[in-house]
């Protein structure tokens, strides 16, 4: 089995950092993985400081086949330092493991990963690996396919990715031009039209959305675990976008999920479901004012 190398997005928070790489040095294909980590660059002065500090960490990691740092001189912004990233290692490597430094991840997560981009390899309508899932009180199969591009924990090829439309205008004017923006939305589930439309008036910088709208339009899968083996440690305040308390909970599972291939590659609608019905629940009115509750008690 080829081991694809890990691609790690970090820049102000060195706990972040330091949690994200302690859970992957956990995993069984660590030591035979290299770890390319992109620090980017301060986006003032005041940043300088715990920039430096993370990338001091950085220099010490220890536990991989080799340690890459790539150290941006400059504040590429988080959308802009993935887009080069990953670019760069598909193009060399022909696949890649995707992770931000809020991330916790599984001693099986690399597993997962590494399985799931060899048997999916030559499948092109498969575009991408999806390791965290949404925690819901209906069970999920052990894999299934969804159009759907996760972006915590992910995997890709580099035969997707030279899909990947950057321009989102052009992706909502597909979306609207093929009545498929309710679709998209997981039928009503969750407003990701409304994010891509953000996207593009510039009140977020989401390369997510884009990939995520670029997948479903390209009639894409992702192959997805049935059990999260990725969490979100970013929700304590100290992020771009995050509170302590998340609307979208997760729990972290400890086993492994295997990997056996779909033999019909289309997208299990039963798990789309579930899905939608985890958006509408975490996405209510009534999670939301709870959440917001607990993040009031906690500041």
Same mark, same amino acid.
């Given at each position: 089995?080829?081991?694809?190398?890990?691609?790690?997005?970090?820049?102000?928070?060195?706990?972040?950092?330091?949690?994200?790489?302690?859970?992957?040095?956990?995993?069984?294909?660590?030591?035979?993985?290299?770890?390319?980590?992109?620090?980017?660059?301060?986006?003032?002065?005041?940043?300088?400081?715990?920039?430096?500090?993370?990338?001091?960490?950085?220099?010490?990691?220890?536990?991989?086949?080799?340690?890459?740092?790539?150290?941006?001189?400059?504040?590429?912004?988080?959308?802009?330092?993935?887009?080069?990233?990953?670019?760069?290692?598909?193009?060399?490597?022909?696949?890649?493991?995707?992770?931000?430094?809020?991330?916790?991840?599984?001693?099986?997560?690399?597993?997962?990963?590494?399985?799931?981009?060899?048997?999916?390899?030559?499948?092109?309508?498969?575009?991408?690996?999806?390791?965290?899932?949404?925690?819901?009180?209906?069970?999920?199969?052990?894999?299934?396919?969804?159009?759907?591009?996760?972006?915590?924990?992910?995997?890709?090829?580099?035969?997707?990715?030279?899909?990947?439309?950057?321009?989102?205008?052009?992706?909502?004017?597909?979306?609207?031009?093929?009545?498929?923006?309710?679709?998209?939305?997981?039928?009503?589930? +969750?407003?990701?039209?409304?994010?891509?439309?953000?996207?593009?008036?510039?009140?977020?910088?989401?390369?997510?959305?884009?990939?995520?709208?670029?997948?479903?339009?390209?009639?894409?899968?992702?192959?997805?675990?049935?059990?999260?083996?990725?969490?979100?440690?970013?929700?304590?305040?100290?992020?771009?976008?995050?509170?302590? +308390?998340?609307?979208?909970?997760?729990?972290?599972?400890?086993?492994?999920?295997?990997?056996?291939?779909?033999?019909?590659?289309?997208?299990?609608?039963?798990?789309?479901?579930?899905?939608?019905?985890?958006?509408?629940?975490?996405?209510? +009115?009534?999670?939301?004012?709870?959440?917001?509750?607990?993040?009031?008690?906690?500041?």
């Amino acid at each position: 089995m080829q081991i694809s190398p890990i691609a790690l997005f970090a820049y102000n928070r060195p706990q972040h950092v330091r949690h994200c790489v302690e859970s992957l040095q956990k995993n069984f294909l660590a030591a035979e993985s290299e770890l390319f980590v992109f620090s980017d660059g301060a986006k003032n002065p005041e940043q300088e400081k715990n920039v430096e500090e993370v990338r001091d960490y950085l220099r010490s990691i220890r536990g991989f086949k080799q340690v890459h740092i790539i150290e941006q001189p400059e504040n590429k912004g988080l959308a802009s330092n993935i887009i080069y990233g990953v670019s760069e290692l598909v193009d060399k490597y022909g696949r890649v493991i995707v992770l931000e430094d809020d991330l916790i991840v599984s001693p099986w997560f690399l597993t997962f990963m590494n399985e799931a981009l060899e048997v999916y390899e030559n499948e092109e309508k498969v575009m991408n690996v999806n390791g965290h899932l949404l925690k819901g009180k209906e069970p999920f199969p052990e894999t299934f396919l969804l159009s759907f591009a996760n972006s915590w924990g992910w995997a890709t090829w580099q035969r997707s990715w030279k899909l990947f439309e950057p321009d989102g205008r052009k992706l909502l004017r597909r979306l609207e031009d093929e009545k498929l923006t309710h679709k998209f939305d997981f039928d009503g589930a +969750y407003h990701f039209t409304r994010m891509l439309k953000e996207q593009i008036a510039g009140k977020n910088n989401s390369w997510a959305i884009r990939w995520n709208a670029s997948l479903f339009l390209n009639g894409g899968l992702a192959l997805n675990a049935g059990h999260s083996l990725v969490t979100n440690s970013g929700f304590d305040g100290t992020g771009t976008h995050c509170d302590k +308390y998340e609307l979208f909970a997760t729990d972290l599972y400890s086993g492994q999920v295997k990997v056996e291939k779909i033999s019909l590659l289309q997208e299990n609608l039963e798990a789309r479901k579930k899905l939608a019905r985890i958006y509408r629940f975490d996405n209510s +009115y009534y999670n939301k004012i709870r959440v917001r509750l607990l993040n009031l008690w906690h500041r």
